[in-house]
T-cell receptor, first 110, second 115 residues
Framework: DAGITQSPRHKVTETGTPVTLRCHQT?????MYWYRQDPGHGLRLIHY???????DKGEVSDGYSVSRSKTEDFLLTLESATSSQTSVYFC?????????FGPGTRLLVL | AQSVTQPDIHITVSEGASLELRCNYS??????LFWYVQSPGQGLQLLLK??????LVQGIKGFEAEFKRSQSSFNLRKPSVHWSDAAEYFC?????????????FGRGTSLIVHP
């Protein structure tokens, strides 16, 4: 158990509203990642962070922003949610060269 | 850029039969290699990993994987499948790009186990 929690675990929202997902870790890992998982696509990287205030884009970053103001928290914001952002979102940390994942957030955008 | 291919979207086996899930990667050097398992509604759990050394690695739940450099493959095996092994399996490759560590995942193989 890498001490990763995600909140909320489930969320239903409406198109056009902003949504923020939180990833929290307890073990001071430098790298944190946000992925989305969709059927047939596996896991696709949205954004990642390599330290406080240090973030970069992944392959599917359009429509998403992130912030990391302290080591333990990595926030993912959907600036104006769309139905195409309905997905399961996973946070991960890197410990040495291995990733460990949180339990996921299931997001439905109506 | 690196890529990971899991050629089988679904695999069906009978309980007690042997299992092999295929994974091929594209990368210039030997990357870090991983297999994860995801049960329905759950997060991803690490099964095993290969960094260097012995090319046959043992993991949890009775799984093993073999790294074959000449084939750029890292196939997952289990000699006797249990019904509880029904899940989604992901192969992943860890590489460094521009100074950042960015793992890449295959699209997954769904394992169905018949009684």
């Amino acid at each position: 158990d890498a001490g990763i929690t995600q909140s909320p675990r489930h969320k239903v929202t409406e198109t056009g509203t902003p949504v923020t997902l939180r990833c929290h870790q307890t073990e001071n890992h430098r790298y944190m990642y946000w992925y989305r998982q969709d059927p047939g696509h596996g896991l696709r990287l949205i954004h990642y962070s390599y330290g406080v205030k240090d973030t970069d884009k992944g392959e599917v970053s359009d429509g998403y922003s992130v912030s990391r103001s302290k080591t333990e928290d990595f926030l993912l914001t959907l600036e104006s949610a769309t139905s195409s952002q309905t997905s399961v979102y996973f946070c991960a940390i890197r410990e040495y060269e291995t990733q460990y994942f949180g339990p996921g957030t299931r997001l439905l955008v109506l | 850029a690196q890529s990971v291919t899991q050629p089988d979207i679904h695999i069906t086996v009978s309980e007690g039969a042997s299992l092999e899930l295929r994974c091929n990667y594209s990368y210039g050097a030997t990357p870090y290699l991983f297999w994860y398992v995801q049960s329905p509604g759950q997060g991803l759990q690490l099964l095993l990993k290969y960094f260097s050394g012995d090319t046959l690695v043992q993991g949890i739940k009775g799984f093993e994987a073999e790294f074959k450099r000449s084939q750029s493959s890292f196939n997952l095996r289990k000699p006797s499948v249990h019904w509880s092994d029904a899940a989604e399996y992901f192969c992943a490759v860890g590489t460094t790009s521009g100074g950042s560590y960015i793992p890449t995942f295959g699209r997954g193989t769904s394992l169905i186990v018949h009684p």
